[in-house]
């Protein structure tokens, strides 16, 4: 049985880039850009609770965003690896078909 292989470089790249988006959104936008102060909540217990949450859910999604940032990485990396594999490869075969073409022309060695 044959096997063939094959990677869609297209959505590697899109993936990679659309990864980067989202970081960069990430960036643009803070959990404090979304909770009322102190004085607005009024009460010390309260805003412990949300500072406590504050706290935590940056320190969380900062994580998050290093492991996503790694991802889009590697998603690149991958990407650029199979670019370069396939010119590698359309240059060997272009070698190839022209040493057929002289084989076949019988005008190679011993001719």
Known sequence: MR???SADIE??????????????DKWAFDIEDFL???E???????????????DRWETGINAMADDVESI???????AANYR???ESR???LARIEAAVAVIQ???GVGQ
């Open 3 to 5: 096997y063939t292989f």
């Open 90 to 92: 359309d240059k060997a």
């Open 11 to 24: 959505a590697l790249e899109t993936a990679a880039r659309s990864i980067g988006q989202v970081l960069e």
């Open 40 to 54: 607005a909540v009024g009460s010390d217990v309260v805003w412990e609770a949300i500072s406590e949450f504050s």
């Open 72 to 78: 889009s990485g590697a998603l690149s990396a991958v």
């Open 84 to 86: 370069a594999f396939e």
């Open 105 to 107: 022309s019988g005008s």
């Open 36 to 38: 009322p102060s102190a």
